[in-house]
């Protein structure tokens, strides 16, 4: 199974960026695709932006031009670069990757993004 632990998030004001990153550890054969998802209470969660191992990105068009995400393919790490934040980002933001030829999910503890002045 995949472990991922998640990193960076806090209160910030619009406006100002902010870095989330995410680390995967234990027994998997390939990561095929790591990303973020967000969520606020009473609704679904939902997709931020992911990258593929093979490069292919996808993001909500809500945060195209302002976020971007990246990889380490070695480190088994995944980036999310957050500028020009806004209220409507606030949110838990969720690690997600796929693994074993997308044969298996694995979240994050997810870590709160706020934005506020």
């Known amino acids: 199974q995949v472990r991922l632990v998640e990193s960076g998030g806090g209160l910030v004001q619009p406006g100002v960026s902010l870095n989330l990153s995410c680390a995967a550890s234990?027994?998997?054969?390939?990561?095929?695709?790591m990303g973020w998802y967000r969520q606020v209470p009473a609704r679904q969660r939902e997709l931020v932006a992911t990258l593929t191992t093979d490069g292919i990105y996808n993001y909500a068009d809500s945060v195209k031009g302002r976020f971007t995400v990246s990889r380490d393919n070695v480190r088994y790490t995944v980036h999310l670069q957050m500028n020009d934040l806004k209220p409507e980002d606030t949110a838990v933001y969720f690690c997600?990757?796929?693994?074993?030829?997308?044969?298996?999910?694995?979240w994050g503890q997810g870590t709160q993004v706020t934005v506020s002045s």
């Open positions: 997600n990757a796929q693994y074993n030829a997308f044969a298996a999910t694995a």
């Open positions: 234990g027994r998997f054969y390939s990561i095929n695709s």
